[in-house]
Structure formats: structure tokens, C-alpha cells
């Protein structure tokens, strides 16, 4: 895991680098906006290996910036509504845990066509494009019942702290979106886009599950023992469970969020003043 995330960090910022330097290189500027709707999963110690399990239907915002044909950058709001369940994902169901959260993630994302493209071109009407950024997130899993998880103490890690449940996590994180796509122009100023986004999050938090179940010595002396422990996994006859260090998910790993989305975007084209003296546009042709 920690090989693949230096692997799509690298990724991401020769991405960057490439968008930086093409734009010493362009000669107007091409701006759009526009929408994106789709589905929004989540993966993590609840749902490890399932992509597109218990899928939501989220949406967002997209202003784009190419530079020229071939880069571009953009600007995404993006909504997604995302839900994990043991009884649903059947990794370790003995635990009964279930979660819902409701993403709120602001991404700045550098985009490379393999075609010479651009919305409203007359010579390439298509492309398959990489993309990578960064973004920053908000999040907060609640129960079923709409109960905040992270007001519960439901994750025992005593070498962070937490025991005593005063020590909450943040709900603020950031991740390294990355994933491919293809685009279509279906007139001079607007096009579509469908791609496939996956997150890689700097937190296990998602689904309120991280490291081990709490220990407490009857069910009184723990009120939201429902939540942390719906099935009674850790506890005895008498409802006491004083055993440290029962594993209830893998601090090891972070959490992941996904979202396979379509998008309409409507292009304004601003010419530079250089261009507009010069009366051409060697970088876009063809608008």
C-alpha cells in the first residue's frame, strides 16, 4: 500500500510539472463549465475489495482550464454521498457495522489528452485522457439512525490517545484523485466527458472504523455500545468485554472513495492580447 501511494503521488506531480510547463507555451485560453452526476462508492476496513458496493448517486461542479491540446486543469466541486455495510459487503459480518457519510471534496486536478483535443475542434472530436491532483474533503458518519459516530467512542487506539473517547479525529482530510476518462465534443461549445475517479484518502475515518473495540467492564459503563459493537463480537455473558487490542479494523490501511461519473461542459474561448494583435492562434486551431 504505501508503494502504491508514493506511486500515485510521483504520478500526480509530474502531472502538475507537465501542466506548468505547457503553459508557458499557449497562445488563448479556452475556459469551461459545467455539471457531473454519476455513482459514488466507498472502499475501507468495512468494504475492502467491492468497488461500486452500495453505490450512491452524487453530483458536482467543473471549471476547466486548457492550456493547450494536448493539458489542461480544472476546478471540481463534487457531492458524494457514500454508505459501507458488513451485512452488504460480507468481509467480516460478525461485526455488524454499518455507516453513511456524505463527502464534501474540493479538487484542483491536472488533466493530459492523448489526441490533439479540445471542445468545439474540428479536426479531433475525441479523446481518452489521464488525470491527477489533489483535494480536500470534508466528511462525517453517522448510524442509521442519524447519530454523529465520531461523538461515540466506537475505536479504542491507546497508542494515539483515544481511549478515553476526548480525543476525536477530523473531520477535514485530504486525498490524491486519479483515474481516466474519454471526452467528446458534440458541437462548437459544448461537449461530454465519462470517467472513472478513485481517491486515495490520508484517513481511516470514513466509515468510523480504525483500529480496536473499546474495553469496559458492563454495558452501562459504555451507553453507545450499540454502536461500536452491534453484534456483541467482544462481549460476555455478563456484557463486559476487558480484553485490550480486539481488532475491529486495519489502522494500517486508509480509507478510499470512488466516483464514476458523466459531465456537460460549455466552452468560452478568450484570446490573449498577443493573439488578438497578431490576428492568429498557432495552440488552438481549429475553434
Not at 479538487?107 to 472530436?125: K, P
Not at 492568429?280 to 475553434?287: D, L, R, V, W
Request: net charge positive.
Amino acid at each position: 500500500m504505501k508503494s502504491c501511494k508514493r506511486f500515485y503521488l510521483i504520478a500526480t506531480i509530474a502531472l502538475l510539472l507537465g501542466l506548468f510547463g505547457a503553459a508557458l507555451k499557449t497562445k488563448a485560453q479556452i475556459y469551461e463549465v459545467g455539471a457531473s452526476a454519476g455513482l459514488s462508492y466507498y472502499m475501507g476496513d468495512i468494504n475492502p475489495n467491492k468497488p461500486f458496493s452500495q453505490s450512491r448517486l452524487g453530483g458536482g461542479l467543473v471549471f476547466r482550464y486548457y492550456e493547450n491540446t494536448r493539458w489542461a486543469f480544472r476546478f471540481a466541486y463534487s457531492y458524494l454521498p457514500l454508505a459501507g455495510s458488513d451485512a452488504v459487503a460480507k468481509y467480516r459480518p460478525e461485526r455488524g457495522l454499518s455507516f453513511k457519510t456524505n463527502v464534501n471534496d474540493f479538487a484542483l486536478i491536472a488533466e493530459f489528452n492523448f489526441l490533439d483535443y479540445f471542445t468545439g475542434s474540428g479536426r479531433t472530436y475525441w479523446s481518452t485522457y489521464i488525470f491527477g491532483g489533489i483535494s480536500v474533503f470534508t466528511f462525517n458518519p453517522k448510524a442509521e439512525d442519524g447519530t454523529e459516530l465520531c461523538r461515540v467512542l466506537t475505536d479504542v487506539d491507546y497508542e494515539r490517545g483515544i481511549a478515553d473517547g476526548t480525543k476525536k479525529y477530523n473531520k477535514i482530510s485530504a486525498s490524491i484523485p486519479f483515474g481516466v476518462g474519454v471526452k467528446y465534443s458534440l458541437t462548437k461549445r459544448t461537449g461530454i466527458a465519462f470517467e472513472w475517479r478513485m481517491d486515495m484518502t490520508f484517513t481511516d475515518w470514513l466509515d468510523d472504523c480504525h483500529a480496536y473495540y473499546p474495553t469496559y467492564d458492563d454495558a452501562e459503563d459504555q451507553p453507545f455500545v450499540h454502536y461500536s459493537d452491534p453484534t456483541g463480537f467482544t462481549t460476555d455473558e455478563s456484557g463486559a468485554n476487558k480484553i485490550k487490542y480486539i481488532q475491529r479494523g486495519n489502522k494500517n490501511n486508509n480509507d478510499w472513495f470512488g466516483y464514476l461519473n458523466v459531465s456537460l461542459v460549455y466552452k468560452f474561448v478568450v484570446p490573449k492580447k498577443s493573439v488578438c494583435d497578431a490576428g492568429e492562434n498557432k495552440s488552438f486551431k481549429y475553434y
